[in-house]
């Protein structure tokens, strides 16, 4: 089984940072892509920010400019640094990957989400 564990959310200013994490773990044999999506209340799940295996990033216009995305591969890790917070980006963050993973078997590739972590920005 893989499992995606995040970390980092939490109450703050506006105007203040917060650094998301996403550990992957379990019988993993590669990741591709990962990213981060979040929800808020009485909204649909939207992307906020992806990362290809070789690097390649992509951004909501809502948060380019304020927000990093980056991966550790060694540590099947992703981050999300999250700059100049708005009240608008209160939401619950996911964690999403991309998984080939080995079942004994054979590889098998799925797409897996981790939990949520809110993240409550305050004005």
């Known amino acids: 089984q893989v499992q995606l564990v995040e970390s980092g959310g939490g109450l703050v200013q506006a105007g203040g940072s917060l650094r998301l994490s996403c550990a992957a773990s379990g019988s993993i044999f590669s990741i591709n892509a990962m990213g981060w999506y979040r929800q808020a209340p009485g909204k649909q799940r939207e992307l906020v920010a992806g990362?290809?295996?070789?690097?390649?990033?992509d951004y909501a216009d809502s948060v380019k400019g304020r927000f990093t995305i980056s991966r550790d591969n060694a540590k099947n890790t992703v981050y999300l640094q999250m700059n100049s917070l708005k009240p608008e980006d209160t939401a619950v963050y996911y964690c999403?990957?991309?998984?080939?993973?080995?079942?004994?078997?054979?590889?098998?590739?799925?797409?897996?989400w981790g939990q949520g972590t809110q993240v409550t920005v305050s004005s």
């Open positions: 999403n990957a991309d998984i080939r993973r080995w079942t004994g078997l054979h590889i098998s590739r799925d797409n897996y």
């Open positions: 990362i290809t295996s070789g690097g390649s990033t």
